[in-house]
């Protein structure tokens, strides 16, 4: 059952396949992956949400410091 937590590489696959939104898509196979990999919290918990938002938060401060040098 190893193998199952490649499933976002799924997702993105058919996700990309159908010409869907990058960061949707993206968004939709973190949670996938982080669910069946019992590393965040079931359903729509506060693991999910504090891991997404601090990803988010670390992610825009390095873009503004690229965009500022």
Do not use: Y
Request: hydrophobic residues 65%; proline residues 1%; aromatic residues 6%.
């Amino acid at each position: 059952m190893e193998w199952l937590r490649l499933i976002g590489v799924a997702v993105v696959i058919v996700g990309f396949a159908l010409r869907l939104r990058v960061t949707v898509v993206v968004l939709a196979a973190g949670i996938a992956t982080g669910l069946v990999a019992r590393q965040l919290d079931g359903g729509f918990g506060p693991g999910i949400l504090a891991t997404l938002g601090q990803a988010f938060v670390n992610g825009r401060i390095i873009t503004l410091l690229v965009l500022a040098l």
